[in-house]
């Protein structure tokens, strides 16, 4: 068990190259990961049951200390990338389907993978952890609401479908997930410890079958979705990080918005565009988790240097002269 525990911990760490790999697999050799289509819907509900498995009340007592830091929270990422996601497709004119994959995977709650990202960037780790846990609990109303809003000038789009869609994918496997915490106590932990091990496994399955699926259409007009996904996070990342400091958080929360806005639950957007709209919509949401996950990681790095920088400032001012 302590080497499978540490294998998990050793894809956790490397995610984002496992995903990148994959996806360049799955465009070059289609064939072997096309089967796998049907597998998008089942294996995300099977993450978010691995997020229920951790839930604890802890994770929300950081709601009941610092309500308004955790409502920003949540509001700047239903507000921020939504909003950039239907701004780029209005200035780059973009066809029907890349423009609901584009607003789709803006309307995601938060990314489980920002928690490590805010981790290894020295942020606030608690508010990372709440405004995650909160975005995804409202992520049934509020994601299909904000794709009917935003999304039906390119193509209908039913509410309803969506909302019962994310609940069966998101809501559902939590609570289940939570339940089995609940009832199982100590015997989960073993569970715990390989968990990232299925999410990596998870994930990068989803990635495969949805670049497999849209070989085709990525070869036609996958540079000009990579460029609109690099500006979506990138843009997510910048005004979240203003946004908390226009209502002077810390730096370490701010760094926790800047990751916590600018990193979508990708996957949660690949199923939905799979289920309600057609693979090419789905495109956008399997480059955004290859392209989170590396900025991401080189964010939290700067943003770790950041930290370094401010002890050192701090150590020689306390110094005599």
Request: charged letters at 10%.
């Amino acid at each position: 068990m302590r080497a499978l525990a540490a294998l998990s911990r050793f894809v956790g760490n490397t995610f984002a190259y496992w995903v990148l790999i994959f996806a360049v697999v799955a465009f070059l050799q289609p064939s072997w990961f096309i089967g796998l289509k049907g597998a998008i819907v089942p294996l995300l509900g099977l993450v978010m049951f691995g997020m229920g498995l951790t839930l604890k009340l802890a994770d929300f007592a950081e709601v009941a200390r610092h309500p308004g830091r955790v409502a920003l929270g949540v509001i700047a990422q239903f507000v921020i990338m939504p909003s950039v996601a239907w701004l780029l497709c209005q200035v780059f004119n973009l066809p029907a389907e890349i423009a609901v994959g584009v607003i789709l995977v803006g309307c995601c709650p938060s990314g489980t993978s920002s928690n490590v990202m805010t981790w290894l960037g020295r942020g606030d780790l608690a508010l990372s952890v709440a405004i995650s846990s909160i975005t995804t609990l409202l992520a049934p109303l509020l994601t299909p609401a904000l794709i009917w809003l935003l999304a039906s000038a390119w193509l209908p789009v039913s509410f309803m479908e969506l909302f019962w869609s994310i609940l069966q994918m998101v809501l559902l496997p939590i609570v289940l997930g939570v339940l089995a915490q609940r009832l199982l106590g100590e015997r989960v932990r073993h569970a715990v410890e390989v968990l990232p091990l299925i999410s990596v496994v998870s994930i990068v399955i989803i990635v495969a079958a949805v670049v497999a699926a849209s070989q085709a259409k990525i070869a036609e007009s996958g540079l000009l979705i990579m460029a609109i996904v690099m500006l979506h996070n990138s843009f997510g990342y910048l005004l979240g990080y203003l946004t908390a400091r226009a209502f002077r958080l810390s730096l370490p929360q701010r760094k926790s918005l800047a990751l916590e806005v600018g990193m979508q639950n990708s996957g949660l957007g690949a199923a939905l565009a799979s289920a309600h709209f057609s693979p090419l919509a789905a495109v956008p949401s399997a480059l955004f988790s290859v392209w989170h996950n590396i900025s991401g990681a080189l964010l939290s790095t700067y943003f770790r240097r950041m930290s370094e920088k401010e002890d050192r400032d701090l150590l020689a001012q306390s110094r005599p002269d």
